[in-house]
């Protein structure tokens, strides 16, 4: 199921979320970094990844891309909402936020680590981070009513750098210097454990006088963002459940993880500090949603091995 790194991984992810909390001070120099981390962990993911193979296996299947493309920023976030909206409505804008943002820039680089039909994964970071923009303030006008102004062309143009600047790099890496590809593939674990680090410090240190000034409204924060992990793994496991496995995993990342940080950069820009917390707190799911994909593999591989042999024999 779960391996010591994966172990290890977590407990990276989590100490670094409670030293930022609890050192703010030390983690200070951190908080410029998170928007550079998300850079870098597509930068792993690209350095293993073979752009054109890639782009003939989208072109393949581009319609079922539109179809998770659509659920991802339009179906689920207006279910999500108007779930919210009866049940716990002062946290519904804050679920749409987070549901209806683009996929997260982790999702490349944990598609490979996890076997997931990585094409798909990037397919769908590419396509909802640039319709996102689009698509997020008119469901925020539309179903909440509240207005959102947002440059289409400043924050494409921001994503299309921080999606396309790692993947120009990883290229005029692997043409030119194959010992240094091949040194960074062999150490991506290891650098991708400093990455989330300082991501952690970076993002919960600049909330840590929040945090411990209001526990109690982060508690309910952090159940939210946990009901909203359950919430993507479930419907995205039900939505492609005639899909083969790697399909399977490539939809609990694409719509689990999610991208927070533009969804707390958004929430912090418009709105109150409930939104940004939500998104900031729902990286605890976020890193704790590995360890049910993790199951979810290992069942669905002892699945297709013990069909295997009964295949053969038809």
């Known amino acids: 199921m779960l391996h010591s790194k994966?172990?290890?991984?977590?407990?990276?992810?989590?100490?670094?979320?409670?030293?930022?909390?609890?050192?703010?001070d030390l983690a200070a120099p951190f908080r410029p970094?998170?928007?550079?981390?998300?850079?870098?962990?597509?930068?792993?993911?690209?350095?293993?990844?073979?752009?054109r193979q890639a782009a003939l296996d989208i072109r393949r299947e581009l319609s079922y891309v539109m179809y998770l493309t659509f659920l991802k920023l339009v179906g689920l976030p207006a279910v999500v909402y108007l779930l919210f909206w009866y049940v716990l409505p002062r946290y519904a804008l804050a679920a749409l936020l987070l549901t209806g943002i683009s996929s997260g820039m982790?999702?490349?680089?944990?598609?490979?680590?996890?076997?997931?039909?990585?094409?798909?994964?990037?397919?769908?970071?590419?396509?909802s981070s640039v319709l996102a923009p689009l698509t997020l303030p008119a469901l925020v006008k539309l179903l909440a009513g509240q207005a959102m102004t947002v440059s289409y062309t400043s924050m494409a143009g921001l994503l299309a750098l921080i999606i396309f600047t790692p993947l120009a790099a990883a290229e005029l890496i692997k043409r030119f210097s194959l010992r240094l590809t091949r040194a960074i593939e062999s150490r991506?674990?290891?650098?991708?454990?400093?990455?989330?680090?300082?991501?952690?410090?970076?993002?919960?240190?600049?909330?840590s006088s929040f945090f411990r000034q209001e526990p109690r409204l982060v508690w309910s924060a952090l159940l939210v963002a946990v009901f909203l992990g359950v919430f993507y793994f479930i419907a995205a496991a039900l939505l492609v459940r005639r899909r083969p496995l790697e399909d399977h995993l490539a939809a609990l990342l694409g719509f689990g993880m999610t991208n927070f940080v533009l969804a707390l950069v958004f929430g912090a820009r418009f709105f109150t500090p409930l939104e940004p917390t939500v998104a900031a707190l729902y990286s605890i799911p976020a890193f704790g949603l590995l360890v049910p994909i993790n199951v979810y593999r290992s069942l669905g591989l002892r699945k297709r091995s013990t069909a295997a042999p009964s295949e053969s024999e038809i």
């Open 6 to 24: 994966d172990w290890l991984m977590l407990a990276v992810a989590f100490g670094s979320m409670a030293a930022g909390v609890f050192l703010p």
């Open 33 to 51: 970094l998170p928007v550079y981390c998300m850079m870098a962990l597509l930068f792993l993911g690209f350095i293993s990844l073979d752009p």
């Open 106 to 127: 982790v999702t490349v680089f944990f598609s490979q680590l996890l076997g997931a039909n990585t094409p798909q994964v990037l397919s769908l970071l590419v396509a």
């Open 188 to 207: 991506k674990y290891s650098l991708s454990l400093v990455i989330f680090a300082c991501t952690n410090l970076g993002i919960f240190s600049e909330y």
